[in-house]
Nanobody, 120 residues
């Protein structure tokens, strides 16, 4: 069955960096676009970034553009989110999500999430 397992979350200081990983299994990882989505307590889901199946096309929310980088290693079935220059924020859970197509489209599977807190 499809599994998405995020890791790498934690506490980071403002201005610091953190890299999230999402290990995928149970499907042909290289055939589908992937996304990162986050959710703060009491708030709705916020799309963060997309990457197409081959890794050559990416897209970012304006709030993270220039600071976050999404990437993937199709040989390792792993998705990444490099987060730099973190801004102070309360906790947020970051989820990786599998898209239904090679680029864009609806999500059909989600990971369990990993929490990130940016605080001094």
């Amino acid at each position: 069955q499809v599994q998405l397992v995020e890791s790498g979350g934690g506490l980071v200081q403002p201005g610091g960096s953190l890299r999230l990983s999402c290990a995928a299994s149970g499907f042909t990882f290289s055939s589908y676009a992937m996304s990162w989505v986050r959710q703060a307590p009491g708030k709705g889901l916020e799309w963060v970034s997309d990457i197409n199946s081959g890794g050559g096309s990416t897209d970012y929310a304006d709030s993270v553009k220039g600071r976050f980088t999404i990437s993937r290693d199709n040989a390792k079935n792993t998705l990444y989110l490099q987060m730099n220059s973190q801004k102070p924020a309360g906790p947020a859970v970051y989820y990786c999500a599998k898209c239904r197509r090679k680029w864009g489209g609806e999500y059909d599977y989600w990971g369990q999430g990993t929490q990130v807190t940016v605080s001094s």
